[in-house]
């Protein structure tokens, strides 16, 4: 799916569909998880709630579907969501950067994790490699990104 006609989805069902996804379901596991509410109780850190993402599935049975099995991007995002984001679908431990006026998330990230990335980043959103930072980074192709709002 181009850009243009990927489903669009909340931060918060975005996460939902991510922390889902952790759990090795196929994608027609998943839908029919949802669907029938057959759902497990989440005790990460983040006490996810699935209901609401029940609730999307079927009043947009189309756009859950279309978000599952062909990817999505996320209509608005914050900081803190990007950084939740990063923890729950790429298992990963970013830095939340918080100076008033320089709001931005630091990652680590393999080149296909900073793609799935910047797939689903809404507008207005950049991810930019901090060079000088990836010249230290540890390895296995991993290089630091900052993403950050496009205008400050």
């Given at each position: ?96 950067l918080l100076e ?42 991993r290089s630091v ?8």
């Amino acid at each position: 799916m181009s850009t243009t006609s990927q489903a669009k989805l909340s931060q918060w069902d975005a996460l939902l569909v991510e922390s889902l996804k952790s759990r090795g379901w196929s994608n027609e596991e998943l839908i029919a998880r949802v669907r029938s509410g057959e759902l497990p109780v989440d005790e990460s850190p983040f006490q996810f709630k699935y209901e609401a993402l029940s609730a999307f599935a079927a009043e947009e049975p189309e756009t859950f579907e279309a978000a599952v099995t062909h990817g999505y991007q996320i209509k608005y995002n914050t900081v803190r969501g990007i950084h939740s984001w990063i923890r729950v679908a790429l298992g990963l431990q970013p830095e939340l950067l918080l100076e008033a006026g320089a709001e931005a998330v630091r990652a680590t990230l393999k080149p296909n994790e900073k793609e799935r990335l910047a797939s689903v980043l809404s507008f207005g959103w950049q991810v930019r490699e901090e060079e000088e930072k990836s010249a230290e980074a540890s390895g296995e192709g991993r290089s630091v990104y900052l993403i950050e709002p496009i205008q400050r």
